[in-house]
């Protein structure tokens, strides 16, 4: 389960065609949703096989709905791991979290219930996933806005629970866990000095925006704040060399603005590595 | 697993139904952003559409969500189930623009074929009078009441074949066919012979096959070859 170590960039259709101009030397690796080219042809798939020649290419889900009760969607699995064996994706990630339910799919990551049934289930998932996928699949830690139904433990218990019961590795996204302890009052570094480290494969940052009414949101619509590098200076420290993806969805700026926000993280991500090594 | 299903419903509920039980709720959020993802990709996808249907579209929303909601994985299939489910009905509804389903129908159907499947493993035979022709994979057809591919504010009434297809450079590109070529392409991809096609298609649009309409069907093939719509010589 190699991945490219270093601050690649979420692909994104905003810049996709820029960003195939520019040298390869530019990224260490690209990460692109596979729903975003799968089940269809025209420009984007074409797109998408340009950028794979430039780069090597980590995916991430979006709508496996790992904590869904509605059977995985065999046609969806097939296109997916059709997709992942072309481009070689050493293991593929997605949310712990829900998307769908009665045979809708709600296009938002929803939070699961913080209970023991809860665990289990996302542990069959993650497992029969990783089978059909034939690859591991990491889960990410969400941002959540609020319990759905009575909690019967915290979110970081939660999340260590269903890594141990689904045998997934982490995608640990640090502005997550950000937002997350503003809006529900924790010392972020507390939580991560809880993580078990050596199950990180890929790290994640963005930057989020508050409401007016107080909530952060994990909008992805604004530049890496200084806590977030912070937070992923701490993990490289301690964790060292991993991919680590910068996310942008909303309020995209130019590409040269994002290049310049992936050397400031390389800046970060450098030091930290450096800090790291010195540990021995 | 009766609790986690709860749960889940609960949500799934409180997201898609017509009424906002999370009003004041934090878990609300979830509600404006899942609405929020689907309605931007329904106006990226239907822009004219969505602004042909002015102060109907929240009501429209509302009521797609709540009567069917979307099941695709690919969100950018959700603007193809609102048409889907909802076209029909706008073109029955004398308080909607009368061209609102038409056009509907036709951004779509261009989203459709903009996604449509690349032809590397298509097979490229010969035309034949016998045989079966091949089109490109991203290829479609409608029939309308209202020329709303053209520029007229509001379009013109006029019933409408529309091919749309999508070059080699990925660039979407319609065509309106006559009548009789719309029935023959019908046949055609369909996956009748050419002959028969050519033959039925004629009857379908009331015109005699004669020698002017062999020589304008040999014309538009070739057409539709040298556009690479029609895959082979």
């Not at chain 1, 690859?135 to 609020?146: K, Q, T």
């Not at chain 2, 709720?25 to 602004?51: C, F, H, K, Q, W």
């Not at chain 2, 099941?71 to 009368?98: I, N, Q, S």
Request: proline residues 7%; aromatic residues 6%; hydrophobic residues 45%.
């Amino acid at each position: 389960m190699t991945a490219t170590p270093g601050v690649g960039l979420g692909l994104r259709w905003d810049f996709l065609e820029e960003l195939l101009a520019r040298p390869r030397a530019t990224l260490p690796f690209v990460e692109l949703s596979p729903e975003n080219y799968l089940r269809r042809g025209g420009y984007y798939p074409a797109a998408l096989w340009r950028a794979r020649e430039l780069w090597p290419t980590l995916t991430h889900g979006l709508t496996m709905s790992v904590g869904g009760t509605d059977p995985f969607d065999d046609a969806h699995f097939s296109a997916l791991k059709a997709l992942l064996d072309r481009l070689g994706a050493p293991f593929h990630s997605e949310h712990l979290c829900w998307s769908g339910t009665r045979d809708n799919m709600l296009h938002e990551l929803l939070p699961l219930p913080f209970t023991d049934e809860a665990v289990r289930h996302v542990g069959r998932r993650v497992r029969e996933a990783a089978a059909r996928l034939e690859r591991p699949v990491a889960l990410e830690n969400v941002s959540y806005y609020a319990p759905l139904g009575p909690p019967a433990m915290t979110e970081l218990e939660f999340l260590l629970a269903s890594l141990d019961e689904s045998g997934a590795p982490l995608l640990l996204d640090v502005n997550n866990v950000y937002v997350n302890s503003r809006n529900h009052g924790f010392e972020p570094l507390d939580f991560l000095a809880k993580l078990p480290l050596d199950r990180v494969v890929e790290l994640h940052v963005a930057g989020h925006e508050a409401w007016d009414d107080g909530l952060i949101v994990d909008t992805h619509g604004a530049a890496t704040p200084a806590p977030v590098h912070a937070l992923l200076a701490w993990v490289i420290e301690r964790a060292g060399p991993l991919p680590v993806v910068l996310e942008r969805d909303q309020k995209v700026p130019p590409l040269d603005a994002l290049l310049d926000e992936v050397r400031a993280l390389t800046a970060t991500y450098d030091r930290a590595l450096a800090a790291w090594r010195a540990r021995g | 697993m009766a609790e986690l299903e709860l749960e889940l419903e609960r949500l799934r509920a409180a997201i898609l139904g017509r009424d906002d039980p999370l009003v004041g709720e934090r878990l609300g959020v979830y509600r404006r952003l899942a609405r929020a993802a689907m309605n931007d990709a329904i106006g990226s996808i239907l822009p004219r559409t969505v602004a042909l249907l002015g102060a109907r579209l929240d009501d429209e929303l509302a009521r797609f969500y709540a009567e069917r909601g979307p099941r695709t994985h690919y969100l950018r299939d959700v603007p193809l189930e609102l048409v889907e489910h909802a076209w029909r009905r706008w073109r029955d509804d004398p308080a909607l623009p009368p061209h609102l389903a038409d056009l509907a129908r036709l951004e779509a159907l261009e989203l459709t074929v903009a996604i449509g499947d690349d032809d590397d493993a298509r097979a490229r035979p010969e035309l034949r009078l016998d045989a079966r022709a091949v089109f490109r994979a991203a290829v479609g057809q409608v029939s309308l009441a209202h020329a709303v591919h053209e520029d007229g504010e509001p379009p013109a009434r006029r019933p409408v074949s529309l091919l749309v297809y999508r070059d080699a450079e990925h660039a979407l590109r319609t065509l309106e066919l006559t009548p009789a070529a719309a029935a023959i392409v019908t046949r055609l991809r369909a996956g009748e012979p050419l002959g028969i096609a050519i033959e039925a298609g004629a009857a379908d649009a009331g015109v005699p096959v004669d020698d002017a309409l062999l020589a304008g069907t040999a014309r538009f093939l070739a057409d539709l070859a040298e556009r690479g719509v029609l895959l082979g010589s």
